[in-house]
T-cell receptor, first 112, second 115 residues
Framework: GENVEQHPSTLSVQEGDSAVIKCTYS??????FPWYKQELGKRPQLIID?????GEKKDQRIAVTLNKTAKHFSLHITETQPEDSAVYFC???????????FGTGTRLQVFP | GAVVSQHPSRVICKSGTSVKIECRSL??????MFWYRQFPKQSLMLMAT?????????EQGVEKDKFLINHASLTLSTLTVTSAHPEDSSFYIC???????????FGEGSRLTVL
C-alpha cells in the first residue's frame, strides 16, 4: 500500500540554525504534500503545502521542496526559534482520493 | 481561520461501555471528514472517511462495527467507540475538508482512556 517515510525522527538544533526534514512517498500519483506542526497534546496545524506542479514554495522562514522524479520532498526551516520546537508531520495525498497518508513525524527541539 | 471543534476533549470510561465523539465544523461546510487515531509519540493513522449522507469508508484493519461513524449533516460527524476496551485508549482526531476551498482543518482531538 501507499507509504510515506520521514527522517529524522528527532532533530536538535541551536537557535538560529536551519533544520531540514525529509520525506519520501511511494504513490507516484500523489499530487499534494502538506506539512503539519503539532505541539504536545494539540491539534496538527498546517504550516505549508505544495502541489505536484511546483518544485519549491517559500513562506518567510519556511520552505518546501519537491522532487517528483525521486518522490521526495523536504521541509526547510531557517533561523530556527525555540517556539519552532514541536513534532512535524509530512503527508502525501492518495491517488484520486481526499485522503492523506502521514509520515512518522520528526520531533524538533530548538535550544536557546 | 476555519475552526473544527471536537468534543469531548477527554473522556474516561469503563471497559464495555460505548463512547461518542463529535466533530463539528463551526464556520464552514464539510462534505468529507476524516477520523484518525494517534498513539503516544506516533503518527496519525487514518481510520475512516466520513461522507455526508452516505456510509463511511473504513481503512483496512479498522472494524466498522467497533467504530461507528455517522455524518448526518454538513457540519457534524460522530465517532462512536462501541464496547470499549483498554486497547482502544488513544487520541482520536478528526479533520474536515472545507467544501469551498478544499483545505483540511483538524479538530483539537479527544483523548479516550478505557479503564
Amino acid at each position: 500500500g501507499e507509504n510515506v517515510e520521514q527522517h529524522p525522527s528527532t532533530l536538535s538544533v541551536q537557535e538560529g540554525d536551519s533544520a531540514v526534514i525529509k520525506c519520501t512517498y511511494s504513490d507516484s500519483a500523489s499530487n499534494y504534500f502538506p506539512w503539519y506542526k503539532q505541539e504536545l497534546g494539540k491539534r496538527p496545524q498546517l504550516i505549508i503545502d505544495i502541489r505536484s506542479n511546483v518544485g519549491e514554495k517559500k513562506d518567510q522562514r519556511i520552505a518546501v521542496t519537491l522532487n517528483k522524479t525521486a518522490k521526495h520532498f523536504s521541509l526547510h526551516i531557517t533561523e530556527t526559534q525555540p517556539e519552532d520546537s514541536a513534532v512535524y508531520f509530512c503527508a502525501a495525498s492518495i491517488k484520486n482520493t481526499d485522503k492523506l497518508i502521514f509520515g512518522t513525524g520528526t520531533r524538533l527541539q530548538v535550544f536557546p | 481561520g476555519a475552526v473544527v471543534s471536537q468534543h469531548p476533549s477527554r473522556v474516561i470510561c469503563k471497559s464495555g461501555t460505548s463512547v461518542k465523539i463529535e466533530c463539528r465544523s463551526l464556520d464552514f461546510q464539510a462534505t468529507t471528514m476524516f477520523w484518525y487515531r494517534q498513539f503516544p509519540k506516533q503518527s496519525l493513522m487514518l481510520m475512516a472517511t466520513s461522507n455526508e449522507g452516505s456510509k463511511a469508508t473504513y481503512e483496512q484493519g479498522v472494524e466498522k462495527d467497533k467504530f461507528l461513524i455517522n455524518h448526518a449533516s454538513l457540519t457534524l460527524s460522530t465517532l462512536t467507540v462501541t464496547s470499549a476496551h483498554p486497547e482502544d485508549s488513544s487520541f482520536y482526531i478528526c479533520s474536515a475538508r472545507a467544501v469551498n476551498t478544499g483545505e483540511l482543518f483538524f479538530g483539537e482531538g479527544s483523548r479516550l482512556t478505557v479503564l
